[in-house]
């Protein structure tokens, strides 16, 4: 026995050697997949599960056109087969070929194949359209993200001027991609991004848990808003913030007063826009509204005005109102 673990005392010194030295590393390689797939399936998985079912539904239609085109051919080659056995003239070859239409067979054959043909072309179709309105997304992304965006929005400017936002709870009207609620979200208690494109709502959702630590991506909450209706509860939010957006809001001293209802007494509304055309995207220079159009609208949905600021930005004015 003694021999025995003598001989054998080495081996398992080797094995324990390799043990402690690989299972640790393994270890923290499979914590870092399973915080990977965590993220993914949180995030990515059910736009993957819809891509995948597309692509499936494409392939089985092809493969249902290229079945029903082989059996219509298999027909036709029997049916040339039998003229040229029968030797049948031209005249009872139609005939022939009449009767073997109303086979069931070859109706089945055919009803297949318009049906293959018809969800292939609508396959072909809907991803056609899916890669337009993504590779459309993609580009208004980047007009809504320039390179050099942090240069003349200045966004610490615009913080500066909403003061201390510790345990605030502030709303992002028209956040796009979360530019502003991304950087809202770890100096104040909570930020609302309040959008009214699902399409940025996805896309701030996925940003959040991809550039905010887990903590701080909790307080960014998304809200898939209507045109005319912020979706906020009475007394919700201390603040609200409005960049870049409200020239689109069609009736806007309306869409003022709600905001108000969601403010807090002495919650403030800040909106920052464009008093230049310089920088506004092609085709959406009918959007602008002058400051002092701005100041009238505050008025009449029962704001008190604080503040006119049209230098502190090189393109945009800034206007701050509070509630009375």
Known sequence: CSLRSRLFAPYVAFICFLRSRLCAPTSRLFASFGRVYLLLRRVYLLPLVAVICSYVAFICSYVAFICSYVAFICFLR???VNLLLNNINSSKAIWFFVSCSMDK???SIVVLLALSVVLFCASCTTAQKDTTIENNFDELVKTYEPKDRDVWQKPDVIFNILGDMRGKTIADVGAGTGYFSIRLAPKSAKVLALEIDSRFVKYIDSVKMAV?????AAKLETRLVGKLDPKLKPNEVDDILIVNTFGYI???VTYLERLQKGLKPGGRILIVDYRKASKVKKGFANYLVTYQAVEK????????RLLTDNYSLDYQYVIMGEKK
């Open 78 to 80: 029997r049916v040339y």
């Open 105 to 107: 067979r070859f109706f």
């Open 212 to 216: 905010l630590e887990p903590e701080i």
């Open 250 to 252: 069609k009736d806007k």
């Open 297 to 304: 609208m505050l008025e009449q949905a029962g704001f008190k």
